[in-house]
Structures are given as structure tokens and as C-alpha cells.
């Protein structure tokens, strides 16, 4: 099954040209019963990587290391930063606070 009877079929396939009969002999004999049957694909040689499957593994990788990388710069600056500081409480909040625990106030 060469090129050429491939590179035929798919003339023949794609245009509306009028083939000798001899150019219809060959394919046939070159191709058989596998034309007939649809087992064309089967016996294509596969050359490289389908390139969908390369873009997928591109992009999953490059996911992967996104997160990885965002994991360990977390992990790191849970060790290397210090605690956040607590913003102060107003005096107002103070006094509402004691007020509600049921000490009074000074100077009340």
C-alpha cells in the first residue's frame, strides 16, 4: 500500500476529473478489499505525536507547575513572615465592650 495509490484515492476522492480505467485498476489492486471494507486507517504509518496530545500535556504541565510553585511560595512565607499585626480598637469600641461585660466605666 504505497503513496501513491494514497496520494490517488484522495485525487479522486477531492476532484471530479474523469480516471482511466487503468488509474482505477491500480488503486483497486493496490488497495483491495481494504478500501472497501474502511480499514484504510489501520495500516497508516502514525509519524510523531498526535498534536492535540502535545498541547494537552503543555498545558497540564504547565498547571501543575503553577500550583506546585504556588504551594511552596505559601508554605514559605508561613515560615519566613511574622504574624499579621491586629489594627488597634477604638477607645469607642473599648467602652462598649466594657459596658456590655458590666464593668462601668471610669469617671461614671
Not at 62 to 83: E, S
Given at each position: 500500500?504505497?503513496?501513491?495509490?494514497?496520494?490517488?484515492?484522495?485525487?479522486?476522492?477531492?476532484?471530479?476529473?474523469?480516471?482511466?480505467?487503468?488509474?482505477?485498476?491500480?488503486?483497486?489492486?493496490?488497495?483491495?478489499?481494504?478500501?472497501?471494507?474502511?480499514?484504510?486507517?489501520?495500516?497508516?504509518?502514525?509519524?510523531?505525536?498526535?498534536?492535540?496530545?502535545?498541547?494537552?500535556?503543555?498545558?497540564?504541565?504547565?498547571?501543575?507547575?503553577?500550583?506546585?510553585?504556588?504551594?511552596?511560595?505559601?508554605?514559605?512565607?508561613?515560615?519566613?513572615?511574622?504574624?499579621?499585626?491586629?489594627?488597634?480598637?477604638?477607645?469607642?469600641?473599648m467602652?462598649?465592650?466594657?459596658?456590655?461585660?458590666?464593668?462601668?466605666a471610669?469617671?461614671?
Amino acid at each position: 500500500m504505497g503513496k501513491r495509490a494514497l496520494n490517488l484515492f484522495m485525487i479522486m476522492e477531492t476532484s471530479t476529473k474523469a480516471y482511466l480505467p487503468q488509474e482505477l485498476a491500480y488503486v483497486k489492486a493496490e488497495w483491495g478489499q481494504d478500501l472497501l471494507q474502511g480499514n484504510v486507517i489501520k495500516d497508516a504509518d502514525a509519524k510523531g505525536f498526535n498534536p492535540g496530545l502535545i498541547v494537552l500535556l503543555l498545558v497540564v504541565g504547565l498547571l501543575l507547575v503553577f500550583l506546585v510553585g504556588n504551594y511552596a511560595l505559601y508554605v514559605y512565607a508561613q515560615k519566613t513572615l511574622p504574624p499579621r499585626k491586629k489594627k488597634p480598637v477604638s477607645k469607642k469600641k473599648m467602652k462598649k465592650e466594657r459596658l456590655k461585660q458590666g464593668v462601668s466605666a471610669p469617671g461614671e
